[in-house]
C-alpha cells in the first residue's frame, strides 16, 4: 500500500514526499487507520519496521486538522532512552516540515542549558513533547507542567520501558493525564507485564500484532560451542591478527558488560562499554566515539540492541545467548545494514544450549557450529536438551571462518 491511499492530509503527504517515503510497511498500514479512528492501540512490532512513523503520522494530522488547544501540550510520547527520544525527535521534524506543530524532546543529561530548553518547551506547551519517564517526571515534580489537556499519550517500545524499570513511573505520569484521552503503546514483545500495563492505561484497544521476521539473509549467522571459560580466549583468538572497524558485543547484564570490558581492554583493545549504570553523558561520549572510530569494540546490554541506529557495523557478538528470539533478532539486526554484509557470531555454553536450540528453531534453520580455535581447547558437544541435531563441530580444528567479517572497510 502507498501513503497517498491512507487517508492522510496533503501536508503529510507533502512532508513524506520530500522524505522519499512511498510505501507503507505491515505495522504502517495496520496502525495508522485505527489512529485516525480515535481508537486506543497495542502494536506488537520489531525495532526496524517503520513503528516511528506508524504512530507520528496520524498523530500529526489529527493535530493539524482537528481542534486542539493552543499552547498547551497536546500529545506524550514516552521514549525508553535517549537515543531514541533523539531519534524520534529528528523524525518529528522531517514529518512536521509543512505542519504548524511545535514539538521538544525532553531526556537526561547534566546540561543545564538542555534543561532550560526542556523547560521552556514544556512551560509554552509544545504540541508534542517526546520524553524519557524519567526527565519527565523531574521537571513534574518542578510544578510548571499541565498536562490536563494532553489528547494522545503514546509509548514506544514499552517492553524496554519495563525491563528498564519505568513501569511507576509510566503510571505516575499517567495520573497527570485526563482520563479521555487516546493512548498508544507500541512493543516488540507481548509478555504478562505489557498485557497488565495495557489493561491499565488503554481502553478497548485494538490489538495489532506483526509476527517477528527473521534476519536479514545478507547477516552471516555463526555460533561457537564452548565452555564459559573459554568465551575470553575465543575472543582473543578472532582479535588476534586484525580488529574490524565497528564490533558490538552484548552481554546479558551490566556485571558481565564490565568484566567483558576489562578482560578486553587487558588485550589492549580499543574498546567502550555501555549498560544502564552509565551517567547520560558518559553513554553519549561512548556513543561518539563508537560511530567516529576512537572505539572499535563496543560491550553492551541491550539497552543498546534496540533504537540506535548505525549503518556500518562489521560484526556482532553474542557472548552470551539472548534470552529469547525478538532479542536475538533484534542484536544481530545492529549488522548489515544500508546495503553492507555483517557477521553475527554467538557464544553457546552448555547452559546455553536449550535457548539456543529455540533460537535455531525460530530461525528453521541449524546455526553453523565454528570449530573452536586449536588454542581454546576442546569444548562440549552440542546437545540440548530439547531435541537438538548432535552436530556439534565445536571440536575441530581450523579457524577458517576468523576472518571473515573482519578488516572491510565501507
Do not use: W
Amino acid at each position: 500500500m502507498k501513503f497517498y491511499d491512507l487517508p492522510l492530509n496533503d501536508d503529510v503527504l507533502d512532508a513524506l514526499d520530500a522524505m522519499h517515503f512511498e510505501d507503507c510497511t505491515p505495522i504502517q498500514e495496520q496502525s495508522i487507520p485505527v489512529i485516525l479512528e480515535g481508537r486506543d492501540l497495542i502494536a506488537v512490532a520489531q525495532t526496524g519496521t517503520g513503528k516511528t512513523a506508524a504512530y507520528l503520522l496520524p498523530i500529526l494530522n489529527k493535530l493539524s486538522e482537528e481542534e486542539h488547544p493552543e499552547d498547551a501540550i497536546n500529545c506524550i510520547v514516552m521514549a525508553p532512552t535517549r537515543e531514541l527520544a533523539q531519534q524520534i525527535d529528528q523524525q518529528m521534524e522531517g514529518f512536521s516540515y509543512f505542519l504548524p506543530v511545535s514539538s521538544v524532546a525532553v531526556y537526561g543529561g547534566n546540561d543545564g542549558v538542555l534543561f532550560e530548553q526542556q523547560k521552556k518547551g514544556l512551560t509554552l506547551g509544545a504540541d508534542v513533547v517526546i520524553a524519557t519517564p524519567g526527565r519527565l517526571i523531574a521537571h513534574l515534580n518542578l510544578g510548571y507542567v499541565d498536562l490536563s489537556k494532553v489528547s494522545y499519550f503514546i509509548l514506544d517500545e514499552a517492553d524496554r520501558m519495563l525491563d528498564m524499570g519505568f513501569y511507576d513511573d509510566i503510571m505516575q505520569i499517567a495520573k497527570y493525564l485526563p482520563k479521555e484521552r487516546q493512548t498508544i503503546m507500541f512493543s516488540a514483545t507481548m509478555p504478562t507485564k505489557i498485557q497488565q500495563l495495557a489493561g491499565n492505561i488503554l481502553s478497548n484497544p485494538v490489538e495489532v500484532k506483526l509476527a517477528v521476521s527473521k534476519p536479514a539473509d545478507k547477516i552471516l549467522q555463526a555460533a561457537y560451542v564452548c565452555y564459559e571459560n573459554q568465551k575470553l580466549s575465543i575472543i582473543r583468538s578472532l582479535f588476534q591478527d586484525e580488529v574490524p572497524e565497528r564490533v558490538i558485543i552484548f552481554a546479558s547484564s551490566k556485571i558481565k558488560v564490565k568484566e567483558v570490558t576489562r578482560a578486553l581492554k587487558q588485550m589492549k583493545l580499543n574498546v567502550g562499554e555501555m549498560h544502564s549504570d552509565l551517567e547520560q553523558v558518559q553513554r553519549d561520549e561512548v556513543m561518539h566515539a563508537f560511530k567516529a572510530g576512537r572505539i572499535n569494540v563496543l560491550v553492551a546490554t541491550d539497552i543498546v540492541a534496540r533504537g540506535i541506529d548505525i549503518d556500518d557495523i562489521r560484526l556482532v557478538i553474542n557472548y552470551d545467548v539472548p534470552h529469547d528470539c525478538e532479542d536475538y533478532v533484534h542484536r544481530i539486526g545492529r549488522t548489515a545494514r544500508a546495503n553492507n554484509d555483517g557477521v553475527a557470531i554467538t557464544f553457546v555454553s552448555e547452559k546455553e544450549q536449550t535457548s539456543f536450540r529455540t533460537i535455531e528453531k525460530f530461525l528453521e534453520k541449524d546455526i553453523y557450529k565454528i570449530p573452536l580455535p586449536p588454542e581454546v581447547g576442546a569444548g562440549p558437544e552440542y546437545k540440548p536438551r530439547s531435541g537438538g541435531n548432535g552436530k556439534s563441530g565445536s571440536k575441530g580444528k581450523g579457524r577458517g571462518f576468523r576472518n571473515q567479517g573482519k578488516g572491510r572497510r565501507k
